[in-house]
């Protein structure tokens, strides 16, 4: 359970819109525990139950977790596979909690090089839970920001070269429209885990306004007071957007 009291310092009416995490961590932590690598994904998995239940509790309207990058199909095919598998148990066993607690399941990335049966599981997730209007919970998979860029630029070009978009119209909310992203709000705060302190290719346009917070906590020991301390220090940040702080103030 929360600690009542992180809970009280917390400014219900400044909550982060998108909460976006890089979850690292488990196989060190499965070394640390001399457990095989695939007992921390499946202890990261636990992390991910408790960390969705708290933010559709608090009304947060957006969770994106990196799940799988792009890189992450050069990891050894034993280690993908299990992966692999433990999606697919995961969205068997959590679409009907999803759907009763008001959660819309949400991909984002190249799905179409996911092995076909989790296409499918995909597609029927986010089916079934498109009505909800609550949290929206997104998995990046087979995902990364520079290719998510680039398939960007490739879906404008094509309009351009059919001459439904001419060149002097494309400006910001054109690149934005066509990104994977393009129905979720920027995110507001990026999570971290396991001390590592840079981005891995993850939402690198979506990112430029957004708050950084690094944990050392390794994702598997990640826990809802470590998601209350990163919110909290989230509101103790002034978020300019480039302006200066009177600005702000009197805005």
């Not at 520079?146 to 309009?159: F, G, N, P, T, W």
Request: with cysteine; charged share 30%.
């Amino acid at each position: 359970m929360p600690d009542p009291a992180l809970i009280n310092q917390i400014d219900l009416k400044r909550l982060p819109r998108h909460i976006a995490i890089i979850m690292d961590g488990n196989g060190r932590w499965a070394k640390k525990k001399m457990l095989p690598r695939v007992e921390g994904h499946r202890r990261g998995v636990k992390t991910v139950d408790k960390i969705v239940t708290l933010c559709a509790e608090m009304h947060i309207e957006a969770l994106t977790l990196y799940s799988f990058s792009d890189e992450n199909w050069n990891r050894p095919r034993p280690e993908i596979d299990a992966l692999m598998k433990i999606l697919d148990q995961y969205l068997n066993k959590e679409l009907e909690r999803m759907k009763r607690e008001n959660i819309r399941f949400n991909t984002i990335g190249r799905i179409h090089e996911l092995p076909p049966a989790i296409q499918k599981l995909i597609r029927h997730a986010e089916n079934y839970t498109r009505s909800n209007d609550g949290l929206i919970l997104t998995l990046a998979l087979s995902y990364g920001g520079r290719q998510e860029i680039v398939d960007a630029v490739k879906k404008i070009a094509k309009l351009v070269q059919e001459g439904s978009l001419p060149i002097e119209d494309i400006d910001f909310p054109v690149l934005e429209s066509s990104l994977y992203t393009h129905d979720l709000p920027e995110p507001d705060l990026l999570i971290r885990t396991s001390g590592e302190k840079r981005i891995s290719n993850f939402l690198l346009y979506q990112m430029a306004y957004t708050e950084l917070h690094y944990t050392q906590v390794l994702w598997p020991q990640f826990t809802e007071d470590d998601l209350l301390k990163a919110i909290i220090d989230f509101q103790s940040r002034e978020r300019r957007f480039g302006m200066i702080g009177d600005q702000i103030v009197k805005a």
